[in-house]
């Protein structure tokens, strides 16, 4: 298993909390990555909103791929994966951008790219915002402007949504960066299978997990595809005794007699924007990505032991959600990385 994390450009992952003690700040992410490295952490998934999703839209949220850039600058052996989302990004622009970033990184980076499904904010920064199924098909052809330019001395290219002729992207990436993509819909798995190296689910139990797996694998061969990775997103709670973890549970889960928190203004958008196989719970969604899901809640043999069950499943990598962050990563790091790796 890899680890990874979210890095929290929205200064936490609590809706419901209004101050978890990380502030959405240059400082602390810069902070937070050099120190990962040297706890054992392999990855960090920096995520691309311009509103804040967490927190609120009036909050505070740092850029991804400003952020992404300074911090290839700063760390050494950490992997970069960076959302980012087609509407907003001009394929050769972007690939040109990328490109130099991997540069700075040492070839670290990698890409989630993600279709889509916050309307409100793509009509607030005037960008085109597509119906479900046609975001997946700008997607594709947004994939292979890239990939080409990537790829190709010069690259032309000709779609419904971009147009190139004879562009150059030079320096090249070292290589190309892997590309994780997540979705549901049958749009989205389809796309995905064909044209990504990685998969990448919201939180959910192992059974859950291992059927979506299979179910990619499928179709991966059926596309012809090398075999993919495949990536969860988990909210992880380690304490002592299982009392204290499922008291924590209870603190960052309830909303009171209270109005919701700003954080669940976007709530019935997100539903709305997306394809979900099951049914999301409001409480739930006091945590975000359906990090509660997966079950990574109590004593360090407990996560360890539900961590063995995900592998068992085919998982590779666990995206973490953790509050206040970079003190629950140490004790992550010191409780369950570590006892793992030794264990091998």
């Known amino acids: 298993m890899r680890f990874g994390y979210w890095m929290p450009v929205f200064g936490g992952w609590l809706r419901n909390v209004p101050d978890e003690g990380m502030e959405a700040t240059w400082d602390y992410v810069r902070r937070l990555a050099q120190r990962s490295e040297?706890?054992?952490?392999?990855?960090?998934?920096?995520?691309?909103?311009?509103?804040?999703?967490?927190?609120?839209i009036e909050a505070p949220v740092l850029d991804a791929w400003s952020t992404a850039a300074a911090l290839a600058a700063v760390t050494r052996r950490l992997e970069l994966m960076v959302?980012?989302?087609?509407?907003?990004?001009?394929?050769?622009?972007?690939?040109?951008?990328?490109?130099?970033i991997d540069r700075i990184a040492g070839g670290r980076l990698s890409l989630n790219v993600v279709s889509s499904w916050w309307a409100d904010e793509?009509?607030?920064?005037?960008?085109?915002?597509?119906?479900?199924?046609?975001?997946?098909?700008?997607?594709?052809?947004?994939?292979?402007?890239?990939?080409?330019?990537?790829?190709?001395?010069?690259?032309?290219?000709e779609g419904a949504f971009y147009r190139t002729?004879?562009?150059?992207?030079?320096?090249?990436?070292?290589?190309?960066?892997?590309?994780?993509?997540?979705?549901?819909?049958?749009?989205?798995?389809?796309?995905?299978?064909a044209r990504c190296g990685a998969y990448v689910m919201h939180g959910d139990p192992p059974?859950?997990?291992?059927?979506?797996?299979?179910?990619?694998?499928?179709?991966?061969a059926q596309a012809g595809g090398p075999p993919m990775r495949f990536g969860m997103a988990a909210y992880a709670i380690v304490r002592d005794s299982e009392a204290e973890a499922r008291a924590e549970l209870a603190r960052i889960t309830d909303l009171g007699a209270a109005a919701l928190p700003s954080g669940f203004a976007n709530f019935d958008q997100w539903l709305s924007g997306t394809q979900l196989e099951r049914e999301l719970k409001v409480q739930?969604?006091?945590?975000?990505?359906?990090?509660?899901?997966?079950?990574?809640?109590?004593?360090?043999?407990?996560v360890r032991e539900r961590i063995g069950e995900f592998e068992a499943a085919g998982l590779d990598l666990l995206l973490l959600q953790m509050s206040p962050q970079a003190e629950e990563m140490e004790r992550f790091a010191d409780q369950v990385i570590a006892p793992s790796r030794a264990g091998r």
């Open 38 to 56: 040297e706890i054992g952490y392999d990855l960090s998934l920096i995520a691309e909103l311009n509103l804040n999703d967490i927190k609120g």
């Open 83 to 100: 959302a980012v989302r087609p509407n907003f990004h001009q394929p050769a622009l972007f690939a040109k951008q990328a490109a130099n």
């Open 122 to 157: 793509a009509r607030q920064y005037g960008l085109q915002f597509d119906q479900h199924d046609d975001r997946y098909a700008r997607t594709s052809e947004w994939l292979s402007v890239v990939e080409g330019l990537w790829r190709e001395p010069r690259f032309s290219f």
């Open 165 to 193: 002729a004879e562009a150059i992207c030079e320096p090249k990436p070292r290589a190309p960066p892997l590309i994780y993509a997540g979705g549901e819909s049958e749009a989205a798995k389809t796309m995905i299978a």
């Open 207 to 220: 059974d859950v997990v291992a059927g979506k797996i299979a179910d990619m694998k499928t179709r991966r």
């Open 284 to 302: 739930e969604y006091s945590v975000s990505n359906r990090g509660l899901r997966p079950g990574l809640v109590g004593t360090p043999a407990q």
